[in-house]
């Protein structure tokens, strides 16, 4: 991402911030005045570097063009590597019109920063137990499994163990959403089972998940009868909000591979009559909406948009109800397919995103899914021809259970 100086690089924040909350990697460059005039309050000066260093996980202040390529491969490296998020360089107008020879580094060597964490061996040896003997457990899988690329090896330790699952708004997709182990998603705008299961569990397995207060609530109320077992590339979330007696740090996927490599072999009680009762109470309790003959609803267009393209879309939001809607209706069945801004709320993030998810994905069907109490479908490049029609007359059966 680049920019110009003053106004231009200010304009930015709330794009850091939004990379910030979520762990996206991002590298932002930003121009400034030159380094003579620093510190002087003239023409578009902003101290970008001091506004945005909470929302950064590192920047530089480029004095030097010879440091430049240096500089430029490190922003990539660090955004990147270990937890993601966004970098920023800020050149001055001198450094950047300067002329230096060009010598990109073959390697990095950044002190202090090695954010590859093998797990404690230990630590997975104590899940391991603690998996074996709970009779209620509970895999909660946060955004850290989309950016881990761990959705494969979740899926085998949910089927191995017969362990049911409830994933976040950042983690939808990261667990297939028709999978029959699948609960829905927790909290404030959660389904009922998913909160129930979080209630009655036993020992509670998060997983790249950072207990947001959406999830969470009230903290007193959270996973009462639990064992928190707490997996996070970054040490800093372990117990930060949620006592774990249990902590793995490392990478989601290295992790739970090297998890499901302990089971292997070892006596595993069933759960069948924890994931019965789940099962039956999600059968009992879905999520429901009003039926109505005269108005489509926003929740049936997005059910009908998810049978449509059979959970294989990618699909974007702006912040508000209806994403909360296209979280609990639409069923994620693939990492990578929800595009939202999750911890800072990002009004305008929908559409914007959905261009580009399209530029990088030509031949996937984007949806952008925008406004409150509406639901405007935006289709780019889609297999169907989008539903305008009365619910009686959509082309796919439905059910729409009344309340």
Known sequence: ???????????????IATAHMDSVPLVVITGNVATSLIGTDSFQEADIVGMTQPITKHSYFVNRATDLPRIIREAFHIAGTGRKGPV????????????????YPDRIDIPGYTPDVEPDSAQIEQLSVALAEAKQPLLLAGGGIIQSGASAELIELAEKLG???????????????DHELWLGMPGMHGSYTANKALLGCDLLVAVGARFDDRVTMRLDGFAPNARVAHIDLDPAEIGKLVPASISITGDAS??????????????????????????????????????????????LVIELISR????????????????????????????????????LGTMGFGFPSAIGAQVGNPDKTVISINGDGECRCVLKSSPFAPFTGSPSKSPLSTTVRSV
């Open 308 to 343: 449509m393209t059979d959970g294989d879309a990618i699909v974007t939001t702006d912040v508000g109800q209806h994403q909360m809607w296209t979280a609990q209706f639409y069923r994620f069945k693939h990492p990578r397919s929800l595009l939202t801004s999750g911890g």
């Open 163 to 177: 362990v049911p699952v409830t994933t976040t708004l950042l983690g939808l997709g990261g667990f297939p959403g």
């Open 254 to 299: 290295n992790v739970l591979s090297k998890l499901n490599r302990s089971m292997e072999g070892r006596q595993i009680p069933s759960k069948s009559d924890w994931v019965k009762r789940l099962k039956s109470m999600k059968m009992s309790h879905p999520l429901q909406y009003r039926a109505s003959e005269n108005i489509l609803k926003p929740q």
């Open 88 to 103: 920023l360089v800020d050149i001055p107008k001198d450094v950047s019109a300067a002329m230096a020879a060009f010598h």
């Open 1 to 15: 991402m680049f920019s110009d100086l003053g106004p231009g690089a200010t304009n930015l924040v709330t794009g």
